[in-house]
């Protein structure tokens, strides 16, 4: 009787998976959804100048706590000729010039002399209790509604969020990105509909920050779903532009900024991955390619040399992919954020966007992999080596971030190997969220196979 259970249990899962059903522990395929398309340039162009974010600090005042760039990596002229790239000066709503942060300040970087517009911020600090301060915002906030009523009103919306939201950004290292928390914190104070402010929280925001890495904008051509957990489907515009939120009015305003970014989306779609600046060993790579379309190529695709290739958009289930699971699990355990997003204006009109939670991560395309340490969905691994051989991954590690320098052989940040955590200058892989395990597959690798890959892995 047993035996007969156990093939007809057998006998319904294959039928099951026959019929397109997938099982526990199988991939899932993420279906496409229709895109908007634009200008390129417009779209570079309103990504480095324009006021989606229409309010931040009077210009004569940023300053005093900024310096001047002196580098203008964007060659932006007029007031912007001195602002860094991070930031751009706007007209607020009543004309007063502001300085606002924009969407650089996560999604480029400095990389030896030289910024990469679309290269995930692995610099940025979000244990900066200067920076991300709301005394300060208060204080600001204080002095402008005695000395000039004017920049007041323009610096108000801004102040305003960054009082109520800034004090609770906070990671536990450097070199992380808590862009999930921002979003909970900016929807938590935003009616679904009308998008105008509260001042009391419409949704409950608790819980840990969860940290993230910042994937390359560059894979996006490639992608079907947004974000690690692959949960962000239909209209990429409206993600792309929900740092909106930050200062937006209301829904009349959105709408006219959601008129850009399918101009944004094209620039971001134009972006390409830049190549490995050394030598590469030519043979060795080809033997690596080898190895990677037997082990790594059903998942992450296959990369051709002109360019072509195929990308499979797969959700892999944690049970197979076994790294840390506070990125995936927060989703769940905040369904009041997703609902409020599928009931919002961002799910609504004729491009709309939505969040679809899953148990797992998605499989992302490897383009430009060499220059986007560290590895893993919360930056967790400093090395592609480290990365392939589960072995050498450093429980705490350190890197120079005021001199940063890159191991061209490992492929990743030179790091120094610590005894212990200290502080926020150190990965602690022992924190909740923080986990460096799972992706095991390089293990399963001879160590010249996995030489091998590297070296593939550089040539795309």
Known sequence: MKKMMILLLLGMAGIAFMKGVPMEDEPVKVPASPQRSGDADRGYAYLTTGDYIKSGVPYDLFFLGV????????????????????????????????????????????FEGKLYVGLGNSMIDFTDRRKLNPRAAGLAEKMLMQRDARKYDAAMPFLRAMKAISGQLYTEVRGVNSADRLADLLVAHRDPQTLRWSNEPVIDVSGKVVPTDTPPWWLLKKKHAMFYNGFGRGDFGRFLMASNLLTVSDSSEAREVDG??????????SIQPPKYPKPINAALAKKGGIVFVRNCSKCHGNYGSDGSGEYPNLLIPESLVKTDSMLYKANYQSPQFIEWFNKSWFAQGDHPARLEPFDGYIAPPLDGIWMTAPYLHNGSVPTLEALLNSKLRPAYWSRDFDHPQYDYERVGWKYTREDSA??????????????????????????????????????L
Not at 79 to 101: C, F, Q, S
Not at 260 to 269: E, G, K, R
């Open 67 to 110: 310096p001047r760039n002196t580098q203008n990596y964007l060659k932006r002229d007029s007031l912007n000729a001195v602002v860094p790239h991070e930031y751009t000066a706007v007209k607020a709503a009543n004309g007063e010039v502001v300085v606002a942060p924009n969407c650089l300040e996560c999604h480029a970087q400095v």
């Open 260 to 269: 850009h970014f399918n101009d944004v989306l094209a620039y971001i779609y």
């Open 422 to 459: 200290r502080g926020t200058a150190v990965y602690n892989t022992d924190l909740p969220g923080y986990g460096n395990y799972g992706h095991p597959f390089g293990d399963k690798l001879s160590e010249q196979e996995r030489k091998a890959v590297i070296e593939y892995l550089k040539t």
